[in-house]
């Protein structure tokens, strides 16, 4: 696949891609992040049925199926409502500058009597229901598999977006900017994986951020209900790692002066910037 003129087109008869229109959506923007969410719906079919429906208030650019099959509803250059109330860093409302890809997906399944049930009311067969903590929580439940085919259609569109959009710098999930509200794309999709290959990050290029404001408490978990480890000072320089519920984990990249070892710990993310 590649893009043209900010709509993705196939190469060659493998990759299915149709092109739909929806209202639901906002002016240009420049995209610097790609967010990945799941539907949470039936099927692809009725997930871009409802971003085609003036009421819903929500859309995304892309919607992949189960099958691979890609659904473009935006031009690239355009805005998207996926992404609601959310921050990341410093960022804050993601729909002003990120794609968003909605993969085909029930999500959370809750099991009744040997049934796998979504929340709309359908079931599911168990071979499709994994067990896996979500990374907010901390009690595994069953969330809805997805297919090697969308995993690999979603890579590979996220591939050409990154090479047709420089400006693209990061890919999160709709839980890392949204996490209070959101658990989407959820433990079953490939993050880190993602992150790793398409941001090409390796022990030598660290993403590194800084601290905003004198006193920041670095703690010993992601919550203020956790332990102060230390202070820290403005423009300090911390190594992200991962983020849960609106806080990084991070290391401390600049070696503290009093001695102390313990250069792991949590900030809120309002609290740090690139
Ligand atoms: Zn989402």
């Known amino acids: 696949m590649k893009i043209n003129n900010h709509k993705v087109v196939s190469e060659n008869a493998s990759e299915k891609i149709t092109q739909e229109k929806t209202g639901n959506k906002g002016g240009t923007m420049t ?16 997930s871009v049925e409802w971003f085609k429906n003036p009421g819903a208030g929500a859309s995304a650019h892309l919607v992949i199926g189960r099958d691979g099959k890609i659904t473009q509803l935006i031009d690239f250059n355009m805005k998207a409502w996926h992404a609601g109330v959310s921050r990341w860093a410093e960022h804050v409302g993601f729909n002003n500058f990120s794609i968003g890809i909605e993969l085909d997906n029930p999500g959370r399944l809750k099991k009744e009597g040997g049934k796998y049930i979504a929340w709309f009311g359908k079931e599911y067969p168990e071979e499709n229901a994994v067990e896996a903590i979500h990374k907010h929580e901390d009690t595994p439940s069953y969330w809805h598999s997805y297919t090697e085919k969308q995993i690999q259609t979603c890579l590979e569109a996220c591939k050409v977006l990154m090479q047709k959009y420089p ?61 102060v480890i230390r202070q820290l000072s403005k423009d300090t320089e911390v190594e992200f790692i991962k983020s849960e519920k609106g806080w990084f984990y991070v290391f401390i990249a600049e070696k503290p002066n009093d001695g102390e070892d313990v250069l792991y710990g949590w900030v809120h993310n309002s609290l740090v910037r690139k």
């Open 167 to 227: 400006t693209i710098k990061e890919i999160l999930g709709h839980d890392d900017i949204s996490p209070m509200r959101k658990n989407d794309p959820g433990p079953l999709f490939p993050m880190e994986n993602f992150r790793a290959r398409l941001l090409g990050r390796h022990d030598d290029t660290a993403d590194i951020f800084k601290i905003t404001t004198n006193g920041t408490n670095l703690r010993r978990g992601a919550g203020t209900d956790h332990s």
């Open 31 to 46: 995209p610097g992040f790609i967010i990945i969410h799941f539907t949470a719906g039936r099927s692809a079919e009725s």
